[in-house]
């Protein structure tokens, strides 16, 4: 059986490694003897726990959730499973990606060869992240240091290509594509100097058009390189094509677009106006939603809509005031009711007061409260925050 972790901090397990094959008896001895009260099996990777002796001893002092009972796909696994879990081996997968993107972008930048096989075997592994708990990942993304933005963007565009290819019905395979192709889109700006990158100030002309030269560059690099597959090549060069044909490099329309560079052009968008930069303040994330739908022509408004479908009306990371006049932020999502997502209410608007962690699920069964508005943008200019 493949082990995907506890339901607990992966800190506290017997094992090294989040997730792994379980081989022998002794593993499975070690597993049963910790306090956790069950563990996730990955069916897609192994066989199911089908029998006793897979079954972890029952904890009487816990009522704990009922591991699920029949084998069961990945990717039907409870979304509202244990998050602490999850947040940590995405956290443990998002630190390996961060070294390999490093790498990637070293080895670009002295036009030495990368390695497309550790690029494709992290690409599968953020895809059964994704497959097992979205949220875990989607929430990690978010996390970026303004000067490390180019090597995190890439982590993050192939995330959430990965996620929005599941929405659109894309199989596994496809779906692992979008990714690395997400992954690798922007290579191209290690060719361009840092200092232009991390400016600052408003670019002078000159200096927007040598960043527009980012997709030929990185193009130009991924097809000297063995073994790049051709969509990898495509979506390095037409990631900022638009369906009206005003994008660049080669002004692109419509269909002529592919499909997995018109995933990417959203994705690429929406990580770039929620993260901060240099030189602005990351924008409220349902509040870019709103604004990017606004925008004529520059989106394939079918993938644009499953992308919403895959975030949520209020991604994680948002910030909402409900009808209680509490503001909250948005911590997880409700896939059965995307209107009622997991909130930390952290601000009582009428009393001024400031609340400590009161996580609230608006989703549960007798909750009366609700989200009456988005709040981000006012929030943030509230704070003083330049947008
Ligand atoms: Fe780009
Ligand atoms: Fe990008």
Redesign the pocket.
Known sequence: MYFSGFNGAWIASPFWRASFMIRTEDEIRQAQQTDHAYCWIDVHKGLAPDSDSAALPPDESAAPPSPPAAPVSAAAMDPTGPLELDLSDALHLYEMARQTTQEVFSQARLGKSLDVRKCKELVEQIAASVAHNADALLSIIRIKRADEYTYLHSIAVCTMMVALGRTLGLDDKACQQAGLAGFL??V??AFIPLALLNKPDRLTDQEYRIIQR??ALGHAYLQGLVGVPDYVLEVCLH??EKMDGTGYPSRQQGQQISLYARMAAVC?VYDAVTSHRVYKAAWDPADSLSRMASWQGHFDRTIFLAFVKTLGIYPLGSIVTLRSGRTALVIRQNRKDLTRPVVKAFTNTASMETLENEIVDLGADGQTDAIAERSGEDWIKSQGLRC
Do not use: A, E, N
């Open positions: 889109h922007d191209g700006k980012h997709p990631h900022h690429d």
